[in-house]
C-alpha cells in the first residue's frame, strides 16, 4: 500500500524499517518492564499472549485481507495462501511440541 500510495521505492523500505524497528525496542522495554522469565507467572503469560493474539487477528482480518482482495487479480488466492499460512503456523506448533 505505501509504494502505490507514493510510487516510491524508497519511501516504502524507510516506512518498512521504521515499522521493523519498533520489534525489538519494544522487546527492551518489556525486558526492561518484567525482568527475568521466572519473575511472570503463567496467568500473566498468557494474558499477554492473548491480547497480541487478538491484536494480530484483527489486524490480519480486517486490515490485511481486505488490502490483500482490493489489489489481487485473483480473488481464491488470497484465501489459498491465508488458509495455508494457519495451517503451516499449525503444524509448526505441533512439530516444536514433539
Not at 521505492?9 to 521504521?18: D, P, V
Not at 481486505?66 to 487479480?73: E, G, I, N, T, V
Amino acid at each position: 500500500p505505501v509504494y502505490y500510495s507514493t510510487n516510491s521505492k524508497w519511501k516504502t523500505i524507510a516506512a518498512g524499517l521504521f515499522g521493523g524497528i519498533w520489534a525489538p525496542i519494544g522487546g527492551l522495554v518489556a525486558w526492561a518492564a518484567f525482568g527475568k522469565d521466572e519473575d511472570l507467572s503463567g496467568t500473566a503469560y498468557g494474558w499477554m499472549f492473548g491480547l497480541v493474539c487478538g491484536i494480530m487477528t484483527y489486524l490480519s482480518l480486517n486490515e490485511l485481507m481486505p488490502l490483500a482482495y482490493r489489489y489481487s487479480q485473483c480473488k481464491w488466492q488470497n484465501d489459498a495462501c491465508m488458509v495455508l499460512g494457519m495451517v503451516v503456523m499449525g503444524l509448526s506448533i505441533v512439530l516444536f511440541e514433539v
